[in-house]
């Protein structure tokens, strides 16, 4: 493959734990696959099982899905999570959907992270992840340079799914989606601390389906075509998999007009759907937003500066 530019499991800034694939949307190019896969649900002691072993890696340990607040046991993994990692070590993706309103107190005092992923607008943009990048890129070794330099592989996260842990957060979903017959690594202590020389099978296996490695357009969430190339139409077609509509062109490689993922994720519109639940958000040391609950805003003990509840209140 030559010289690698992917990022060891441990330079991850996150590793999640994905409790579930169940949404509420039905997003275009869904990186979850949650119109297509077969739905799960983490059970707890696969769940114990990971935050256990995480419990000594440094950085943030995420809660994510699908949507992790529809998950029946969402309060109970979150009381465990709490009991092993503190606070500012926790983080979860959420939409805050309705109906979950009830949560507010255990998201604020579990997760000193939150990163709202509201799927409402026309401006959220899908990766086609289901254009396989061996329909693209004919040359073994081209589409190994452009694996190794995936953005997606240097931007999000490993993962731990019910079948395992994962260098990437897309070969965990193509695990689940063709519920592959391979697992992935074993969860147990310092398995985070493995490095790009291990990733070789999990590489070989998923890759290749995934179009994460191409420069390809992106699609916004709330079209209702998915974009799926012949490899991966195939593969549907051979495990009896639904998908909701296919575009089946596939399209430019080079020179196209990518559009931002993150062009909607401004501090105001993440506070107004936080501000359903009665939660506001500050920007903590590291960057994120850290949740508050909207009742402590006034509170005279409040660790909020005059700045911050200027910010929040107008006064």
């Known amino acids: 493959m030559g010289f690698t530019i992917m990022k060891n499991v441990r330079e991850n ?5 994905e409790i579930t694939n169940a949404c509420i949307n039905n997003c275009a190019n869904c990186t979850r696959f949650t119109s297509s896969a077969k739905s799960f649900f983490m059970d707890f002691d696969t769940f114990k099982n990971a935050v256990d072993s ?6 943030m340990t995420g809660m994510m899905g699908g949507e992790p607040l529809l998950h029946p046991e969402f309060e109970k993994f979150c009381e465990y999570a709490l009991s092993k990692i503190p606070r500012e070590r926790l983080g979860l993706w959420t939409c805050l959907p309705v109906g979950y309103e009830n949560y507010r107190e255990v998201i604020v005092n579990t997760f000193g992270n939150v990163f709202i992923n509201d799927h409402s607008r026309q401006d959220i943009y899908h990766h086609p992840f289901l254009v396989a990048s061996q329909d693209v890129i004919a040359d073994e070794k081209e589409l190994y340079y452009r694996v190794d330099s995936c953005e997606f592989q240097n931007n999000w996260s490993a993962s731990i799914n019910p079948k395992g842990a994962y260098f990437c957060e897309m070969a965990a979903s193509f695990a689940m989606l063709y519920e592959s017959t391979s697992n992935g690594w074993e969860v147990e202590k310092d398995w985070w601390k493995r490095t790009t020389k ?4 999990q590489i070989e296996e998923f890759c290749k389906l995934c179009g994460g490695a ?3 357009n992106r699609r916004s969430s709330k079209d209702k075509e ?5 490899t991966n139409k195939k593969l549907f077609e051979e495990n009896h998999i639904y998908i909701n509509s296919i575009d089946h062109s596939l399209q430019e490689v080079e020179a ?8 909607y994720k401004d501090q105001e519109y993440r506070n107004h759907i936080a501000s359903r639940y009665g939660i506001f958000l ?13 009742n402590d805003i006034n509170n005279k003990d409040s660790i909020l500066s005059k700045f911050q509840r200027r910010y929040i209140i107008g006064k």
């Open 13 to 17: 800034d996150t590793i999640q734990i």
């Open 54 to 59: 995480l419990v000594e890696f440094p950085f």
């Open 198 to 201: 291990d990733y070789t099978s």
């Open 214 to 216: 191409l420069f390809l």
């Open 226 to 230: 998915t974009d799926i190339s012949p």
């Open 256 to 263: 196209c007009n990518q559009e931002p993922l993150a062009a």
């Open 282 to 294: 500050t920007t903590n040391k590291n960057g994120f937003n850290e949740p508050y609950l909207m």
